[in-house]
């Protein structure tokens, strides 16, 4: 699978846009990029996941550049119940496929009041 | 929809015993089932592969022998840690992977060996 950079922490103001990137140059063409979200000592909550077409659900919007070379996740208005740790993995999706998650060291993201 | 659950939520226990740990989907069937190991500031680490029916597969360094997994139906996975001692101490999470191909994780169980 290939492998994923983010940005070890950021910090965004509560009731703004946080946009989480990240970069992903060794992707092929059957990898999805999907985010996860852990809370402090919980496990890890899916958020979002997309292939090729920019991708939005109740909970945030995934934004893939057309190489697909990048991903931007965007929680379009943060609380305080967003700070978290974010991952981006790429994996390949289907059946028989293996569907392992590796996990990067991910983004901690503070939601400052 | 699509809910994990784990069972004990944290476990503490002496240095030789063996401590089992469930995974459970509650609403959906999963053939395929990850168990994952988390040490204080780190990130998940996966440990092994969960087949309904079959043998797990483990990740490269995990000894499979300590750590036997057990995936006897197609909403339980059971992960036995053998002969704890504590630097078995850690945050163990399972996940489940439902029929749309996503893995939904469940809450993890905090094991202290002491």
């Known amino acids: 699978d290939a492998k994923t950079t983010q940005p070890p922490s950021m910090d965004c103001a509560e009731g703004r846009a946080a946009n989480l990137p990240c970069n992903h140059s060794t992707i092929s063409g059957n990898e999805y990029v999907y985010w996860y979200r852990q809370i402090h000592s919980q496990g890890p909550q899916y958020i979002i996941h997309?292939?090729?077409n920019n991708e939005t659900n109740e909970m945030a919007s995934l934004i893939i550049t057309e190489d697909r070379k990048s991903s931007t996740l965007i929680l379009p208005h943060a609380t305080l119940r967003d700070t978290a740790v974010y991952y981006c993995?790429?994996?390949?999706?289907?059946?028989?496929?293996?569907?392992?998650?590796?996990f990067g060291t991910g983004t901690s993201l503070t939601v400052i009041p | 929809g699509a809910v994990v659950s784990q069972h004990p939520s944290w476990v503490i226990c002496k240095s030789g015993t063996s401590v089992k740990i469930e995974c459970r989907s509650l609403?959906?069937?999963?053939?395929?089932m990850f168990w994952y190991r988390q040490f204080p500031k780190q990130s998940l680490m996966l440990m092994a592969t969960?087949?309904?029916?079959?043998?797990?597969?483990?990740e490269q360094g995990v000894e499979k022998d300590k750590f036997l997994i057990n995936h006897a139906s197609l909403t339980l996975s059971t992960l036995t840690v053998t002969s704890a001692h504590p630097e078995d101490s850690s945050f163990y999470i399972c996940?489940?992977?439902?029929?749309?191909?996503?893995?939904?994780f469940g809450p993890g169980t905090r094991l202290t060996v002491l």
């Open positions: 996940s489940a992977r439902s029929y749309t191909d996503t893995q939904y």
């Open positions: 969960s087949n309904e029916g079959s043998k797990a597969t483990y």
């Open positions: 997309g292939l090729k």
């Open positions: 993995i790429v994996r390949v999706g289907g059946a028989n496929t293996g569907n392992q998650f590796y």
């Open positions: 609403d959906f069937q999963a053939t395929t």
